[in-house]
C-alpha cells in the first residue's frame, strides 16, 4: 500500500464500496465515511434484481472485471410472470438469468454486508457514524439519493410459496410503475414501485397484496412493511475538479424501471480507478462511453411509459413476440438508437434537472450547497 494520503469517499452504498475496492487494487488506501451504523441501512433485507438485461455481457463478469466478486448471495432468474393491466398473464424466459435475486441490508448474505466484509478484507477503513460533507482534498461522493422520484411501499414475509418473479403492470397497482412479487427460499418481498401519486401509497400497496393473492395466492406470514424511495437525473458531468460523483449521487439510475445497482457499482469502481490513478478526468470519459447512452436511452423510454397508460401498457405487452428470449426483448428496449437519443436531447431531458452544480472552488459533497445557495440569492439591501 502506497504512503500517499487516503482517498477519502463519502458514503458506504454500493457506490462508494466499489470505489473503495478499485482504490485499494490500484494500490492506494481508501477511507469510507458512513453516516449510519451500518451498511444497508437504507434497506431492509428485501430483494432486489441486479439486472442482467441492458447488455449482452453477464453483469458478474463486468463485476468481476472491475474487481467485484460475486461473493453476496445471488440467484439466477430465467423467468418472469408478467400481468397486464387486464389480469391476463404471460411468461417471459431467457436462456442466460434476465437478473440475479440478491438482497439489501445489514444482514449477512446482502450485498452491502459483503462487500463491506470484502473491502475490510483488502485493508479499507470503513468509519461508521460519520458525516462527510466537504472534501478538500479531493474524493468520491457516493451518498446515494437527495430527493424521491419514485417510492417502493411493500412487504417482506415468510412464505411457503415456490420460487417465482411476478411483476404486474397497472396504473390500478403501482402508477406508471410496476407491482413486483419476488420469492426465494422461503422469503418474499412484494411492492409497489411507484412514479406518480405517492400520497396514495398504502392504498395501491394493499391493492397489490390482493391482486397477488387472487392472481397466484400470495400467503405471508410474518409481513413486515418497508418502503424507499430513489432519485433519477441525468448529470452532464460528475466531476467537480478532484472530486468525482458515482451510483445515485451522479444521478446513474435507470429512469424507466429504477434499477440502480448495476451502474452504482460500475461507476464507482470507475471513480475509485481514475482518483487513482490521479487522472480524474478519464472518469468523465468513461462514464460517457459507458453509461450516457444507456441513460439517455432509459429517460427517453420513461417519457413514453409516463404517457402510455393502462392501454399502452397492454399493447406494449401484446408486442412482445411469443417465443423470443426476454433478454434481447429487454437489451431492444435499452438499445442506444439515434432517433432515441435526438428524442432525448429534444423532449425527454427537459424533465430531468442536473444534481451536480459546479460551483468555483467548492469543495462540499452536495453540489447544491446551502452556503453558495445562500450567497447567490443575496442582493444588495437584502
Ligand atoms: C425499495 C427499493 C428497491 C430497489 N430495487 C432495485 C432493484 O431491484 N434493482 C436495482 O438495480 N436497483 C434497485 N433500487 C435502487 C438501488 O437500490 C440504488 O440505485 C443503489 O442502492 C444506489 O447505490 P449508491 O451506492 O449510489 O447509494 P446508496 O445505496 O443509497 O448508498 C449511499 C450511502 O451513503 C450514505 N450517506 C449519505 N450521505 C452521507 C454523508 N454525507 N456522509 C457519509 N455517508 C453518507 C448513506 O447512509 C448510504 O449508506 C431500489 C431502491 C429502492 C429504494
Known amino acids: 500500500m502506497s504512503s500517499r494520503p487516503a482517498i477519502e469517499i463519502s458514503g458506504a452504498g454500493p457506490a462508494g464500496l466499489a470505489a473503495a475496492l478499485a482504490v485499494a487494487g490500484a494500490g492506494r488506501a481508501a477511507c469510507v465515511y458512513e453516516r449510519r ?15 442482467n438485461w441492458t447488455t449482452d455481457a453477464d453483469v458478474l463478469e463486468e463485476l468481476a472485471s472491475l474487481g467485484i466478486d460475486g461473493g453476496f448471495e445471488h440467484t439466477p432468474f430465467h423467468e418472469v410472470t408478467c400481468f397486464s393491466p387486464d389480469g391476463t398473464s404471460r411468461e417471459f424466459r431467457s436462456t442466460q438469468p434476465l437478473f440475479y435475486l440478491i ?44 430527493r ?33 412479487l ?60 478532484n472530486i468525482l460523483y458515482a451510483g445515485e449521487s451522479a444521478g446513474f439510475q435507470d ?35 459507458r453509461l450516457r447512452a444507456y441513460h439517455q436511452t432509459a429517460a427517453t423510454n420513461r417519457w413514453f411509459y409516463d404517457r402510455m397508460s393502462d392501454r399502452g401498457y ?14 434481447t426483448w429487454m437489451q431492444n428496449v435499452y438499445a442506444p ?13 427537459r424533465r430531468y434537472k442536473p444534481l451536480l452544480q459546479v460551483h468555483e472552488g467548492c469543495d462540499c459533497t452536495w453540489c447544491r450547497c446551502e452556503r453558495h445557495m445562500q450567497v447567490s440569492d443575496q442582493r444588495p439591501g437584502m
Not at 458525516?131 to 439519493?145: D, F, M, N, R
Not at 417510492?151 to 407491482?179: C, H, K, N, V, W
Request: contains cysteine; positive net charge.
Open 255 to 289: 429512469p424507466l424501471f429504477g434499477f440502480g445497482i448495476r451502474w452504482a457499482l460500475i461507476s464507482g469502481a470507475e471513480a475509485g480507478r481514475a482518483l487513482a490513478d490521479d487522472d480524474p478526468a478519464r472518469y468523465e470519459r468513461v462514464w460517457k462511453q
Open 314 to 327: 397492454a399493447a406494449a405487452l401484446r408486442k412482445y413476440p411469443q417465443g423470443q428470449d426476454i433478454r
Open 37 to 51: 451504523e451500518d451498511v444497508g441501512k437504507r434497506f431492509h433485507g428485501d430483494f432486489q434484481g441486479l439486472e
Open 103 to 146: 438482497r439489501r441490508g445489514s444482514e449477512a448474505g446482502c450485498l452491502d454486508t459483503a462487500l463491506k466484509q470484502q473491502a475490510l478484507d483488502v485493508g479499507v477503513e470503513i468509519r461508521f457514524g460519520e458525516t462527510l460533507h466537504h472534501l478538500p482534498a479531493g474524493g468520491i461522493v457516493t451518498q446515494g439519493p437527495r
Open 148 to 180: 424521491a422520484d419514485a417510492i417502493a411501499a411493500g412487504y417482506l414475509f415468510e412464505t411457503d410459496m415456490a420460487d417465482g418473479a411476478y411483476a404486474a403492470i397497472s396504473d390500478q397497482l403501482a402508477p406508471r410503475g410496476y407491482a413486483y
Open 337 to 349: 438508437s439515434l432517433w432515441k437519443r435526438a428524442w432525448y436531447y429534444a423532449v425527454a431531458s
Open 182 to 241: 419476488l420469492i426465494c427460499k422461503g422469503r418474499g418481498t412484494l411492492a409497489s414501485c411507484l412514479f406518480d401519486d405517492f400520497h396514495n401509497e398504502r392504498r395501491y400497496l394493499e391493492r397489490c397484496v390482493e391482486f397477488y393473492t387472487e392472481k397466484v395466492g400470495v400467503s405471508m406470514h410474518n409481513p413486515r412493511r418497508f418502503g424507499g424511495g430513489g432519485n433519477f437525473s441525468l448529470p452532464r458531468t460528475a466531476r467537480k475538479g
